[in-house]
């Protein structure tokens, strides 16, 4: 299993409304794999967001120390620099959109919010209706048409689990693998190419992110 970016607890895999992501049962931090967003926000947001990333130094979530690049632990508090679960880079890179602060793996893509981030997260986007994503670089496969990331096997969405934003058969799911949330199936458009905006608020406030990287 992945560790979290910022405790270093586990990271448990859940899969809600098409947007795959791992929270922290330690800290309750939430980690959104590289892949997953671009499937769920499309590859222009996800680019977008990936530009504004670039350059941007890391910060320590004991005392805000700014962390430069290839800086693992904090020069004034001693603490680990928060580090990408998939790929190890450290420190994450911190970026802010529209007053809410993300950090994100230039490398693997990745973005990762702490609690204080997600609440800051939630309250920017209130009520505001999330914007239906941009149509995903490669369409979502159809419920009738899902398959096995191992063996290639077809699933039915009920009998499927998941894991890094992957699914699996039940021979082949590994052991973190999660049990694949059927409803996403009903929060998906009816050609199956674009996802909808979705009742749950962690999804619907990162529509609203991803919506405002460029505003």
């Not at 270093?8 to 791992?22: C, D, V």
């Not at 530009?51 to 690049?69: R, V």
């Amino acid at each position: 299993m992945s560790s979290c970016p910022f405790c270093y607890g586990t990271l448990l895999p859940t899969f809600t409304h098409g947007l795959p992501r791992e929270k922290c049962g330690r800290c309750a931090a939430l980690w959104f794999e590289g892949e997953g967003l671009e499937t769920v926000m499309g590859a222009p947001a996800t680019r977008a967001l990936l530009a504004k990333a670039q350059g941007k130094h890391g910060e320590c979530k004991d005392c805000d120390t700014p962390l430069t690049a290839q800086e693992p632990r904090c020069p004034e508090c001693g603490r680990d620099a928060p580090s990408c679960p998939k790929c190890g880079i450290a420190p994450l890179s911190v970026t802010h959109i529209r007053g809410v602060e993300v950090d994100v793996c230039v490398r693997c893509h990745g973005m990762a919010l702490d609690t204080g981030e997600l609440e800051q997260l939630l309250e920017r986007a209130g009520d505001e209706p999330a914007p239906v994503p941009p149509a995903p670089a490669a369409p979502a496969r159809k419920k009738d048409t899902l398959r096995c990331a191992s063996c290639q096997r077809a699933l039915r969405a009920e009998h499927a689990f998941t894991s890094g934003g992957k699914l699996y058969c039940g021979s082949c799911a590994p052991e973190e693998a999660s049990p694949y949330d059927a409803e996403r199936a009903s929060h998906a458009s009816p050609d199956g190419d674009r996802p909808t905006a979705s009742t749950d608020p962690v999804s619907r406030a990162l529509g609203w992110l991803f919506s405002h990287i460029n505003g």
